[in-house]
Structure formats: structure tokens, C-alpha cells
């Protein structure tokens, strides 16, 4: 499960007057409000509230009479982020980089056990781009990373922040701080294992490392026959497939069949074996030393004879072979790759060891720049942290202009990035609709009604409760970032299934995941309707409208782990934006990749400016297309908030027939059934003002 660990340095608690809440004063007890470093320029009102259960108007055109609003304003702004060439550790050992994962990738984060922290296996829950300013930090053995300047990395003093905040204070990397980790080293070295001379290094020594190759002959009545053979043994699948597709790929085809049964002692194997003499032969030549060999060609060698005589086992790894020739090129390929080792004594078999030295950090090394295939011998997961590379902090230096960065969120609140210990992201809601009508406050200024699962507890108690149907994420979305803290949504979900009441939540946040298994044991008792908002499919559009929000691709991929988990999820194709994303391609692929998803119901809906939102919007449409100007203008004059009815009803015709081409439901937003004559946003008697169902 997800867990905000942020540590509250340098919180202020203080009295707050009732005019920094307005609205608010005679519904909520104000309990404090706190800034802390680690949301610069936000401050969180907890409130007590007096209320949980919020009454839709019956003017309200909104499907449901009952809301919960567990937070008022949105925390969605976020501010760490690291470049996209950042390398993650796996828990297979090996190091990608952050572009090429994600969401349900598992890869390596830490926790402490014991006395130690150490390295442990977590999932990649969210991921998002974003762009800002970055910085490059540089390290006394050469790693470097890049990340924005309110990224934190773990040091021997704690989290730091790269920079220090522009206002406030907050702990902050300085020159001489060493990073937690093992570090990757200079960029410098690189190898390719696609390259002809890898793949060969490879065959060399896996084949001489651990393979048999057999000529001889026997006499028959008639003549004497000959024998060729080749065999490979490996009770690693990846070993023996990467080896019998390189083989393939040299045009040496070979079979593969059963070798040993398991037992209780040993482990099955299969083998790969030709018996063509010519292919025998060709064998032979692929695994020849080359006159010279270059880099490639013993990083490959060296991968392929750890595979098949190398061991990593309790810190140490080694690989043992007697052939003296073999153990010659196990030193020079060391010595090629800068990876530092010792040749141990023979043993009384004749075995020599070639062990590499210098703790995790060579060990890494070694890994990365030989590419072995087996993964059991890569595993970090219970390694201790512990910091042998020289991480001192040399530099930090700012990056010209802005970049753009990825960052993603893990169960354990941290990953592993070129070899340090980074803390992550917390997981993203953001407002319901990218709704910035409340201005600068409704992004900084965030009430936290606390106590909200204790009030509705009782609220659902009472006689008079008719069991309605409630939403969530009407007004502020409930998966937003102070969820990963304040852990609200569990409380709320299951006070409404032990009470019998029907639930539907809508979010964009993909913290929601976390909750998945107890909003399947809630829809045991009682209905949950799941929804998300999902409305760009343009990434250079939607990083442009929604800069704060989960990807398009995260939202859809946890659209698949709701419907993986039973639920009938509906998508919010809303807000359709004229002459930007109403086109058929545009609405087509969005559908397309919906449907993929597993999502099985579509609501759809034209752009919403608000009054408030709209200067906002069109101050941002003259910087990002002022061509569409003088348009908007005509769809939206004066004081207009909704696309004109004739625009609508042609949306409807256009987009109706493609999404019962996909094979999904459609729904307008003008199909909110009307249950009172429509008055649009009436304020609300209760103690939230009313849904708002449409973004802008």
C-alpha cells in the first residue's frame, strides 16, 4: 500500500482567523493549519467538520442527491520529477531507464529492517511528465543525475531537496553531503549486447564456460562412422534461450530436449545439442579468441562465462573455472571493463576464482557493462544499503531553460535512480477538472476535514437515512496528493459498504489503485461505480491543458487494473476541446485506446468555461494558439459558458457513431437526468457548494 512518508520539519501550527476560510466558518472547527517544506507555498487547514454528507440542490441537473468532499482545493501540483534518461533499478538487477517503465513494473525501492535499511521489491503505481527547470547534480565518482530542484535524494543527514525553497526553509543538498546508494560512475563506457562481437564474446564463454563439444568415431561392419557433437546443459531458461538464439542468428540450428529431472537435491535442465558436423564445427570457430578482441567482445565473454561458471551469493561475486586460458580472459576482460578483481588461490581441484571486488558499486558495474542473461544471480532485493562508493556531492549546477521530466510513484515511497536512494513522487489526484476558478488559493490554501469518516459514521447511523447513492469527486478530487497522507478514502469507502450505501467515485488521480482490493470487497455488499476523467489524448496537448495531471497513459492503465478487478468502468471523454481534439481521427484514437483499457461506458461533453476559468483559459490560448482565438470568441462571447447547443448537437452526431463502433456505451452530459427544472451551479444550501460536473 502507499505510503507518504514526508517528515513534518519545520511545520507551523498556528490560530487561523475565520476570514482565511471563507465559507467555511460556521460549518468546520478549524484545528490548525501547517506549511511545511515540503509544499512550498501551500498550507493545509485540518478542520473538524460538522458535516459529511453533502445535499445536491434539487435544482441540480447531477444523477445523485449525496456527496462526500473529504478535501477542499486541490494539492495536485507536483514538484519532483527526474530526466527520463535516469536509470531505475529492477528487481532483476538490472538498471532501466525511468522512459521505458511503466505502471505494474516492479522494480527495487527500500524500507528499514532492523538496524539496516535495505533493498526490497515495490511496484511503479503512477508515472507522469511534466516540465520545469532541472538541475545536474554531480558526484565524487563521476554519477551525475538530473532533476528538479525539489527532487529529494537520501543522504547520511536524511532527505534533501536538490535546492533550497525560494521562500521558507527546507533541507537541501550542499557540496560534501554524500548520497545513499552505490552510484553508476562517469557516463563513459557503454556496450552494445545487440552487436555481432557482444554476441560472439557471449557464445565464447558460456560454450567454453560450461558446454561440451565431442568429435570422435567408431567402427561399424561397413565403415568406420564419425561423431560430432554439441550439447549445452543450463538449468537457466535465460541463459539457454539467449544462447540458443545467438546460435541461430550465426545460422547454427540446434534442438532442445529434456537433460535431468528435478529432485530433491537439484534443479531440472534442458539442453540444446546438435549432432551436423558442419554446425559443430561452425561452433567451434564462433567461440575462438579473436586476434584482438575489443570491448564488446569481452564484456560479452564475460556476461556469458558468469552465466555459466559465475556465482553472487551473499555479496560476493565470483567465477570459477581451472582452464588457465579461460582465467586469463576473465582478468583481461576485468581489466578492459576498469571493473576492479582478485584471482584467488587454486584450490586443491585445480579451480581458480576471479572475485570481483569493491563492494555494490563494482558489483554493478560488472552487471552493467556485461549484460549477463541469468536473473537469480542478479538480485539486490535484502541487500543492505550501504554506501562504499565515494557519493560526496561535488556539484550542482542549473540547466538552461526548462526540460522536460518524468517521476513516478511507488509502494515504497522511494526508487532506486543511477544508483542513489531517490524519493519518490506522491501519487497525483488533481482537481476534478482542471478547475482554477478558485485562483491561487484553491491551489495553496487545501482544508483537510480530518475527521471526516467519524462524522459520516454517524450521519449514516441515523433513522432517517434513505441509503442514496453518494459520489465522490464532485467538487475536489478525492485521490489528490494530501490523500497519500491523510488516508481518508478507505475510512469513507468502508463506512459506506458496512452501511449498505451505494458509492461512486470519479477521479483522475491513479492513487485510487491503492484502494482497489477494498473497493472489491465493498462492491460485495453494495454498488461502486468507478469512474475517470481521461480527455487528452494528445500528450504535447495534454501536458499544455492538464501540466499537474497524471499522463493519459497512467489513467488508462489504471482504467485496466479497475476492469481487471471487476469493475465497469466508466471514462469522462470531457472536456471535447473545438478544433483541437472534436476532429474523428482525434476522437476515434481516444476511443480506441479506451476501449482497450477496458473501460465500457463513455461520457462525453464539449468544453465548460466557467467565469472564472475563463479569462485563465483564454489568457493560455493566446500564448498557445492564438489562432483559435478569434473561434473561441464566437463559441464563447461574453459572458457564455457552454458551446452553443448547434455545436453540441453536432459533437453528438459525430462522436454517437464511433463510440458504438467501439463497442462502448454512450452518454452525453446532457443526459443527467433532470430531476427539478435545470438551474445550472445553483449555490448550495448544504455545506458544499454544488457539483460541478464539466471541466473549464
Known amino acids: 500500500m502507499f505510503e507518504w512518508s514526508m517528515r513534518w520539519q519545520g511545520q507551523k501550527v498556528g490560530d487561523v482567523d475565520a476570514a482565511a476560510l471563507p465559507g467555511l466558518e460556521d460549518r468546520t472547527s478549524i484545528l490548525r493549519s501547517v506549511t511545511t517544506p515540503e509544499f512550498a507555498g501551500m ?26 468532499n473529504p478535501y477542499r482545493g486541490c494539492s495536485h501540483a507536483c514538484v519532483y ?33 532492523g538496524d539496516y535499511r535495505r533493498y526490497v521489491k515495490t511496484t511503479i ?92 568415431s567408431y567402427p561399424s561392419p561397413t565403415r568406420t562412422r564419425e561423431i560430432h557433437m554439441f550439447r549445452l546443459a543450463l538449468i537457466d531458461e535465460e541463459a539457454l534461450a539467449r544462447t540458443e ?40 570457430t564462433l567461440i575462438q579468441t579473436p586476434s584482438t578482441p575489443n570491448t564488446d567482445w569481452y564484456s560479452g565473454f564475460l556476461g556469458g562465462v558468469f552465466d555459466a561458471e559465475g556465482s553472487c551469493s551473499r555479496g560476493v561475486l565470483r567465477i570459477s573455472n581451472k582452464d588457465a586460458d579461460i582465467i586469463d580472459l576473465i ?26 571486488i569493491g563492494g555494490l558499486p563494482s558489483r554493478q558495474r560488472f552487471f552493467a557493462l556485461t549484460a549477463p542473461a541469468i536473473t537469480r544471480k542478479m538480485s539486490l532485493e535484502g541487500t543492505a544499503v550501504k554506501s562504499v562508493a565515494d557519493l560526496r556531492v561535488m556539484g550542482i549546477e542549473p540547466l538552461d531553460g526548462e ?80 490523500e497519500g497522507r491523510y488516508k481518508l478514502m478507505p475510512g469513507i469507502i468502508e463506512a459506506l459498504a458496512r452501511s449498505g450505501t451505494p458509492m461512486s467515485i470519479l477521479t483522475k488521480g491513479t492513487l485510487i489503485r491503492r484502494d482497489i482490493p477494498l473497493l472489491v470487497k465493498a462492491a460485495e455488499r453494495v454498488p461502486v461505480d468507478v469512474q475517470m476523467s481521461i480527455a487528452m489524448y494528445d500528450d504535447e496537448l495534454q501536458k499544455a491543458i492538464e501540466p499537474g495531471a497524471p499522463t493519459t497513459q497512467a489513467r488508462l492503465d489504471t482504467v485496466r487494473a479497475l476492469a481487471d478487478a471487476g469493475f465497469r468502468v466508466t471514462v469522462f471523454l470531457m472536456p471535447i476541446m473545438p478544433h483541437m481534439t472534436d476532429s474523428v481521427a482525434a476522437v476515434d484514437d ?31 490560448l493566446e500564448e498557445a494558439r492564438p489562432d483559435l482565438v478569434s473561434s473561441y470568441r464566437g463559441l464563447y462571447p461574453g459572458a457564455s459558458a457552454e ?16 463510440i458504438r463502433l467501439h463497442g462502448l456505451d454512450a452518454r452525453h452530459e446532457d443526459d443527467y437526468p433532470q430531476r427539478v427544472r435545470p438551474v445550472r451551479f445553483a449555490p448550495s444550501t448544504a455545506s458544499e457548494p454544488a457539483p460541478q460536473p464539466m471541466l473549464f
Open 43 to 68: 498550507t493545509f487547514h485540518e478542520v473538524l467538520s460538522k458535516s459529511a454528507l453533502n445535499h445536491v440542490p434539487g435544482a441540480s441537473r447531477m444523477p445523485f442527491a449525496w456527496t462526500i
Open 81 to 113: 520529477c527526474v530526466s527520463p534518461d535516469t536509470l531505475i533499478l529492477c528487481t532483476d538487477g538490472r538498471q532501466r531507464p525511468l522512459r521505458d517503465l511503466e505502471i505494474g513494473d516492479e522494480i527495487l525501492g527500500t524500507e528499514k529492517q
Open 125 to 216: 503505481k503512477a508515472k507522469w511528465a511534466t516540465r520545469k527547470r532541472a538541475y545536474r547534480v554531480t558526484l565524487a565518482d563521476g554519477t551525475q543525475l538530473v532533476a528538479s530542484g525539489d527532487h529529494r535524494f537520501l543522504t547520511e543527514r536524511g532527505w534533501k531537496h536538490v535546492v533550497a525553497a525560494e521562500k521558507g526553509q527546507r533541507p537541501y543538498l550542499t557540496t560534501n553531503n554524500r548520497l545513499m546508494g552505490f552510484g553508476i560512475g562517469a557516463a563513459g563506457m557503454k556496450i552494445d549486447p545487440s552487436s555481432l562481437d557482444y554476441r560472439r564474446g557471449y557464445l565464447a564463454g558460456m560454450i567454453r564456460g560450461d558446454g561440451m563439444i565431442f568429435h570422435g
Open 245 to 284: 538464439g545467438y546460435l541461430e542468428e550465426e545460422g547454427v540450428p540446434t534442438r532442445r530436449r529434456p537433460f535431468a529431472q528435478a529432485s530433491d537435491t537439484r534443479s531440472a535442465a534442458d539442453a540444446i545439442h546438435t549432432a551436423a558436423r558442419r554446425h559443430v564445427e561452425s561452433i567451434e
Open 331 to 356: 582478468e583481461r576482460g576485468m581489466q578492459e571493463l576498469g571493473v576492479p578483481y582478485r584471482l584467488e588461490a587454486p584450490r586443491g581441484s585445480g579451480v581458480r576464482s576471479v572475485r570481483v
Open 403 to 482: 526540460m522536460d521530466l518524468l517521476d513516478i510513484t511507488t509502494g515504497t515511497g522511494d526508487f532506486v535512480a543511477n544508483g542513489v536512494i531517490s524519493h519518490n513522487c506522491f501519487a497525483r489526484g488533481t482537481h476534478e477538472y482542471l478547475d482554477l476558478d478558485g485562483g491561487a488559493d484553491f491551489d495553496s490554501q487545501i482544508v483537510v476535514k480530518v475527521n471526516v469518516v467519524e462524522v459520516l459514521e454517524k450521519e449514516l447511523r441515523r433513522g432517517s437515512w434513505q441509503h442514496e447513492t453518494v459520489a465522490l469527486g464532485t467538487n475536489t478530487d478525492p485521490y489528490q496528493r494530501a
Open 590 to 620: 481516444a476511443l480506441k485506446r479506451i476501449k482497450a483499457a477496458g473501460a465500457r461506458t463513455v461520457i462525453y461533453g464539449a468544453l465548460h468555461l466557467r467565469p472564472g476559468v475563463k479569462p485563465w483559459f483564454f489568457r493560455w
Open 643 to 658: 458551446a452553443p447547443k448547434a455545436y453540441r448537437q453536432w459533437l453528438a452526431k459525430r462522436v454517437r457513431p464511433l
